[in-house]
């Protein structure tokens, strides 16, 4: 399936996005995506219908922490998604804008 995506590999309409996009999106990282890795997308994606912008870190990491996973933490995330750049790739395998504050 091709993806429209914008110049920096967000999809240009985030109600396209679903399991198979993000798996998609998530070959580029060497990522196999896990249930545990779509309660997370799908905590980012709760993030941006709640409050209409894609996260920055810590408040993404804050918001996880009360409806995803109490244990998650900027390192789990790192790890368990193969980037240092937390709040930039979980939004785009999550399908939303880029966050504002990411260049």
Known sequence: MKLELDQDGHLVNY??????????LAESLDLHLTAWHFKVLNG?????????????TRPLIKFLI???DGEI???????QF?????????????????PANCL
């Open 44 to 56: 980012v994606r709760q993030f941006y219908q709640q409050f209409g912008y894609a996260p920055a």
């Open 73 to 79: 933490t900027n390192m789990i995330l790192q790890q």
């Open 15 to 24: 109600t396209d996005w679903n399991e198979s996009v993000a798996q998609q």
């Open 66 to 68: 009360k409806t995803v």
């Open 82 to 98: 193969n980037t240092g750049l937390v709040a930039r790739q979980l939004s785009r395998l999550a399908g939303v804008p880029k």
